[in-house]
C-alpha cells in the first residue's frame, strides 16, 4: 500500500478553482515557506523564483488566494497585512510589542468559535479572532539588562 500522494501546488490551486500561473504558483509556495509575510517581503520572494512581478499583481493573486482559503490574512494593529500558509485550523497569534514578531500558537480550546461573546446581537458567530500581545524572549531578555 503507498501512502496518499500530496498534491502539488498548481493541483490545489485548481481544486480551489483557480487558474494556475507561474506568479500564483511562486506566491503560494513564498507564503507557505515564510511564516507571517507583508506584501513586501512576499513581492521580492516571488520575484526571485519568476522575474519581475507588479506589486499589484501580489496584490490581486493574494486577495484570490485569501477568498479560496489558501492563505490567511493577518492584521496586528500597527502592522501591515501579514500573511500565513497555516490555514484550516484554529489557531491564534503572539505578537511582539517591541520587534513585531508574530508566531502561531494553537487555541486552548481547539474548535470555532472559541470564544462566546458576552451578547452576540443576533450574529451567528463562526469564529473568534485572538492576539496576544507581550514580549518576545529575545525582547525580554535585552530590557531587563
Not at 506566491?27 to 515564510?34: A, F, K, P
Amino acid at each position: 500500500m503507498t501512502a496518499p500522494r500530496t498534491p502539488t501546488t498548481a493541483e490545489e490551486l485548481r481544486g480551489a478553482g483557480l487558474r494556475v500561473t507561474a506568479a500564483r504558483v511562486a506566491l503560494l509556495e513564498t507564503v507557505r515557506g515564510g511564516g507571517h509575510l507583508d506584501v513586501e517581503a512576499l513581492a521580492s520572494g516571488v520575484r526571485d523564483r519568476v522575474g519581475h512581478i507588479s506589486l499589484q499583481a501580489v496584490y490581486e493573486a493574494l486577495h484570490a488566494l485569501t477568498a479560496a482559503g489558501l492563505v490567511r490574512r493577518i492584521e496586528p494593529p500597527g502592522s501591515p497585512a501579514l500573511f500565513e500558509g497555516r490555514v484550516g485550523d484554529n489557531h491564534h497569534h503572539l505578537v511582539c510589542r517591541s520587534c513585531g514578531s508574530v508566531i502561531d500558537v494553537d487555541c486552548a480550546v481547539g474548535h470555532a468559535p472559541c470564544l462566546i461573546a458576552s451578547d452576540d446581537h443576533g450574529f451567528s458567530i463562526d469564529e473568534a479572532e485572538v492576539i496576544y500581545w507581550g514580549l518576545c524572549p529575545a525582547c525580554s531578555t535585552a530590557r531587563s539588562s
